[in-house]
């Protein structure tokens, strides 16, 4: 993800409705998201520095996992009609 704009990404996440995670769940996410970020590692597909800070962030704002793909996906599609 080249050029990606963490601050806006954010602003836009703060103004969504969904249930966001409480902070133990957010502590088990962060575990189980550096543990499937070393098995990419072993794989030779480590994420780039960007794709560590998009998804910290989005685990700062307490998104669930399960709702990752479809925030970005939505964030994507919304800024290429900017």
Known sequence: MSNVD???MRR???SMTFERGTPDEIALWRDDLAEARANL???GLAPTADDDDLFAMMLDEGVPPRLMPTL???LYQQGSRS
């Open 6 to 8: 963490l601050a806006e």
């Open 72 to 74: 970005i996906l939505q």
């Open 41 to 43: 590692v072993i794989e």
């Open 12 to 14: 836009q996440i703060r």
